[in-house]
């Protein structure tokens, strides 16, 4: 059980002591994600629904070689060893009262969010917050060839379209997926998945011109509503700089924290799909 | 009164208990001479049966009752459980990596079978993934990925895939040999088995190490194969990184 009671013991203090201590949480030097390593540290001290989504390195200035028996920085940058440059990262937040709390939760990952813009790290990463307990961290910049900051749409911002129809929910992440990649010309393909409750829950689904994450979304949370409020899946869009393929991830948070009614209403995400420039990073799958 | 065993109409539930008085009533006092209990059990975990009926017959030949009462015995954990490597590999599109298992269930001490039983699995503690390391965009996998299972007429339940995808496979056959790190390379993962005591929301752990309460489940990435294991029985398959 990856689950802390820090959030949970935080809160019966915070009630009855009115005092208030502060977290501090270190991103694994090693890690060369350090945000989206944070992060995953505060879904499982809290439980919370923290997704993240990685855009392209595009300038070797923000790669680094990161493999033991090598020098850091100090070597030229081997494009078959690099990761994306960064440095390790603190991040400090207070505990928080008690019951749950959705506004502290934003408050706390915009909080995160600010911190790690002002470290040393690449700062092409925003927040957004969405349904009822979904928060995205979501990489909305990138560096081209010439050393200009651009932005970059989040690849899962993508609308998409398909017929509503009853589906097994892992042929429904594997339509939405492939549907992004044929659009965005990207490569896309499986890393870690919850195999078997992918397999075994089936779920009514379509999209009209939808954003593919609030597709992601409905499916997910039909998901939940089928087998149980405590069914809660989170993913993680990795960019790999060696291959150039998005790695999709995703996993079911631990724990049984139940911040809402599985039955509520998830509104989409509110989002803008724009056309996304060409880019000789990406390559069909 | 005492009674020992009796037995539920396999079809229909039904059952029918009679009791008899051990000895004769004391002066003064009525007891009946035989109890008699009717009722159907109908549960989903089969342990209890909403309404049972109890006529109590007298020696003067009268009776009371019917009287509605709500019967209930303990829920029957199975005692443990094995698995199969049934030798086949999934053929889905993106899952071809992914070895399928089945569970068997032991009966009980009485020989009780658990069909129509569900079956669930649960992280009893993280596991170690020894294929990843840090930058790569293949994702830690240190707990079971969410699998539950209606058990079947002979006691067993399937199919547990077991397995990376391939496309995460064949990354760290490459990256990893690219990065000067060791294969095979090997994912362990635990898996506690639990079976339902009522509905689907309430679940019990059953059976010992690797017969249940706590499997070990085992990803072995090579140079050129995949194998996957369930409580030590395993399947294993040529697979190779396609550049």
Same mark, same amino acid.
Request: aromatic letters at 10%; a negative charge.
């Given at each position: 059980m990856k689950l802390s009671l820090t959030c949970l013991f935080a809160s019966f203090v915070m009630a009855h002591v009115a005092l208030s201590a502060s977290i501090t949480l270190t991103?694994?030097?090693?890690?060369?994600?350090?945000?989206?390593?944070v992060a995953q540290q505060l879904e499982n001290q809290c439980g919370w629904r923290i997704?993240?989504?990685?855009?392209?390195?595009?300038?070797?200035?923000?790669?680094?070689?990161?493999?033991?028996?090598?020098?850091?920085?100090?070597? !030229?940058?081997?494009?078959?060893? #690099?990761?994306?440059? @960064?440095?390790?990262?603190k991040f400090t937040f207070n505990e928080l009262a008690s019951p749950y709390d959705r506004a502290a939760e934003i408050k706390t990952i915009d909080a995160l969010?600010q911190d @790690?813009?002002?470290? /040393?790290?690449?700062? @092409?990463? #925003?927040?957004?917050?969405?349904?009822?307990d979904?928060s995205?961290?979501?990489?909305?910049?990138?560096?081209?060839?010439?050393?200009?900051? &651009?932005?970059?749409?989040?690849?899962? /911002?993508?609308?998409?379209?398909? !017929?509503?129809?009853?589906?097994?929910?892992?042929?429904?992440?594997?339509? &939405?997926?492939?549907?992004?990649?044929?659009?965005?010309?990207?490569? &896309?393909?499986?890393?870690?998945? !919850?195999?078997?409750?992918?397999?075994?829950?089936?779920?009514?689904?379509?999209?009209?011109?939808?954003? #593919?994450?609030?597709?992601? &979304?409905?499916?997910?949370?039909?998901?939940?509503?089928?087998?149980?409020?405590d069914?809660r899946?989170?993913?993680?869009?990795?960019?790999?700089?060696?291959?150039?393929? @998005?790695?999709?991830?995703?996993?079911?948070i631990a724990g049984s924290f139940k911040r809402w009614?599985?039955?509520?209403?998830?509104? !989409?995400?509110?989002?803008?799909?724009?056309?996304?420039?060409?880019?000789?990073?990406?390559?069909?799958? | %009164?005492?009674?020992?065993?009796?037995?539920?109409?396999?079809?229909?539930?039904?059952?029918?208990?009679?009791?008899?008085?051990?000895?004769?009533?004391?002066? $003064?006092?009525?007891?009946?001479?035989?109890?008699?209990?009717?009722?159907?059990?109908?549960?989903?975990?089969?342990?209890?049966?909403?309404?049972?009926?109890?006529?109590?017959?007298?020696?003067?030949?009268?009776?009371?009752?019917?009287?509605?009462?709500?019967?209930?015995? *303990?829920?029957?954990?199975?005692?443990?459980?094995?698995?199969?490597?049934?030798?086949?590999?999934?053929?889905?599109?993106?899952?071809?990596?992914?070895?399928?298992?089945?569970?068997?269930?032991?009966?009980?001490?009485?020989?009780?079978?658990?069909?129509?039983?569900?079956?669930?699995?649960?992280? *009893?503690?993280?596991?170690?993934?020894?294929?990843?390391? *840090?930058?790569?965009?293949?994702?830690?996998?240190?707990?079971?990925?969410?699998?539950?299972?209606?058990?079947?007429?002979?006691?067993?339940?399937?199919?547990?895939?077991?397995?990376?995808?391939?496309?995460?496979?064949?990354?760290?056959?490459?990256?990893?040999? +690219? +990065?000067?790190?060791?294969?095979?390379?090997?994912?362990?993962?635990?898996?506690? %088995?639990?079976?339902?005591?009522?509905?689907?929301?309430?679940?019990?752990?059953? $059976?010992?190490?690797?017969?249940?309460?706590?499997?070990?489940?085992?990803?072995?990435?090579?140079?050129?194969?995949?194998?996957?294991?369930?409580?030590?029985?395993?399947?294993?398959?040529?697979?190779?990184?396609?550049?």
């Amino acid at each position: 059980m990856k689950l802390s009671l820090t959030c949970l013991f935080a809160s019966f203090v915070m009630a009855h002591v009115a005092l208030s201590a502060s977290i501090t949480l270190t991103s694994d030097p090693a890690d060369p994600r350090p945000l989206q390593n944070v992060a995953q540290q505060l879904e499982n001290q809290c439980g919370w629904r923290i997704t993240y989504e990685e855009g392209p390195i595009s300038n070797e200035e923000d790669l680094q070689n990161n493999v033991p028996g090598f020098l850091k920085k100090s070597d !030229p940058v081997s494009l078959s060893i #690099a990761t994306r440059k @960064y440095l390790p990262f603190k991040f400090t937040f207070n505990e928080l009262a008690s019951p749950y709390d959705r506004a502290a939760e934003i408050k706390t990952i915009d909080a995160l969010l600010q911190d @790690y813009k002002e470290s /040393d790290n690449l700062p @092409y990463f #925003a927040v957004r917050h969405s349904g009822n307990d979904y928060s995205h961290i979501v990489q909305v910049l990138t560096k081209d060839e010439n050393g200009n900051i &651009i932005p970059f749409q989040p690849v899962l /911002d993508t609308p998409i379209t398909f !017929p509503k129809e009853t589906r097994q929910l892992d042929t429904v992440v594997k339509l &939405i997926l492939r549907q992004v990649a044929q659009e965005r010309n990207v490569g &896309i393909t499986e890393g870690t998945l !919850p195999t078997m409750l992918f397999r075994q829950v089936q779920v009514e689904i379509g999209a009209n011109n939808e954003s #593919a994450r609030s597709v992601l &979304i409905k499916a997910l949370d039909a998901a939940q509503l089928q087998r149980s409020a405590d069914t809660r899946v989170m993913w993680q869009m990795n960019y790999d700089v060696l291959s150039k393929y @998005y790695y999709f991830n995703a996993h079911i948070i631990a724990g049984s924290f139940k911040r809402w009614p599985a039955t509520e209403a998830v509104p !989409p995400a509110v989002q803008t799909p724009v056309p996304h420039p060409a880019n000789a990073w990406f390559r069909q799958k | %009164m005492t009674a020992s065993d009796w037995s539920i109409d396999p079809a229909s539930g039904a059952f029918s208990l009679t009791a008899q008085s051990p000895t004769a009533p004391e002066p $003064g006092c009525t007891v009946a001479q035989t109890v008699v209990t009717t009722g159907t059990v109908v549960s989903p975990v089969c342990n209890a049966g909403p309404v049972s009926y109890i006529t109590s017959h007298y020696a003067d030949g009268s009776q009371a009752g019917p009287d509605a009462v709500n019967l209930a015995s *303990p829920v029957n954990i199975p005692p443990g459980e094995s698995s199969t490597a049934l030798g086949t590999w999934d053929t889905a599109d993106g899952n071809t990596t992914q070895a399928e298992f089945q569970g068997n269930l032991f009966n009980a001490a009485q020989g009780e079978q658990f069909r129509g039983r569900v079956v669930n699995e649960t992280s *009893p503690f993280g596991g170690t993934d020894g294929c990843h390391s *840090p930058g790569d965009p293949v994702a830690e996998l240190t707990q079971i990925t969410g699998g539950r299972w209606w058990v079947q007429n002979n006691n067993s339940y399937k199919t547990d895939y077991i397995g990376l995808s391939p496309s995460s496979a064949a990354y760290y056959q490459y990256y990893r040999a +690219k +990065k000067g790190l060791a294969l095979p390379c090997i994912i362990t993962v635990p898996q506690q %088995m639990q079976i339902n005591t009522s509905g689907t929301s309430s679940f019990l752990p059953y $059976g010992s190490t690797n017969q249940g309460n706590t499997n070990s489940l085992q990803l072995t990435i090579d140079g050129t194969s995949v194998k996957s294991s369930r409580a030590g029985q395993s399947s294993s398959k040529a697979f190779r990184f396609q550049q």
